[in-house]
C-alpha cells in the first residue's frame, strides 16, 4: 500500500525558510515522477513543483521560482521542498503526490493517484 507523509510545515515570519520532506513508502518510487501541490483557503489546489523520475526538475510554478527548490532521494524514498524568502502568499496547506504510471511526467493533478495528507504551512506578515 502506498502511503506519503509529508512533514516539516509550520509557523513562519516572512522572509524565513522551511524544509518540507514526503517519505513514501510502498513501492519503489524511483521510476515515479513525484511532485508538490499546496491548497490555501478558499483557492484551488494548484502544482508548485514536480520532478521527474530521474531527479530532474520539470516544473516551478511561477510565484514560487527563484525561491523554492525541489529535489528527490531515491535511496531514502523522500522528496524534498526548500522554501526560501516565504511570503504571506505561501500560506497553505502542501501536499506531495505521486501519479499512477512510472516513467510519466505529469502537470495534471488527476493524474496523480496518491497524496499524501499534507502539512500545513503559514507564514505571517
Known amino acids: 500500500q502506498v502511503q506519503l507523509v509529508e512533514s516539516g510545515g509550520g509557523l513562519v515570519q516572512a522572509g524565513g525558510s522551511l524544509r518540507l520532506s514526503c517519505a513514501a513508502s510502498?513501492?519503489?518510487?524511483?521510476?515515479?515522477?513525484m511532485a508538490w501541490f499546496r491548497q490555501a483557503p478558499g483557492k484551488e489546489r494548484e502544482l508548485v513543483a514536480a520532478?521527474?523520475?530521474?531527479?530532474?526538475?520539470?516544473y516551478y510554478a511561477d510565484s514560487v521560482k527563484g525561491r523554492f527548490t525541489s529535489s528527490r532521494d531515491n535511496a531514502e524514498n523522500t522528496l524534498y521542498l526548500q522554501m526560501n524568502t516565504l511570503k504571506p502568499e505561501d500560506t497553505a496547506v502542501y501536499y506531495c503526490?505521486?501519479?499512477?504510471?512510472?516513467?510519466?511526467?505529469?502537470?495534471?493533478?488527476?493524474?496523480?493517484?496518491?497524496w499524501g495528507q499534507g502539512t500545513q504551512v503559514t507564514v505571517s506578515s
Open positions: 510502498g513501492r519503489t518510487f524511483s521510476s515515479y515522477a
Open positions: 520532478i521527474s523520475w530521474i531527479g530532474r526538475v520539470t
Open positions: 503526490a505521486v501519479p499512477k504510471l512510472p516513467y510519466y511526467d505529469s502537470y495534471n493533478q488527476k493524474e496523480y493517484d496518491y
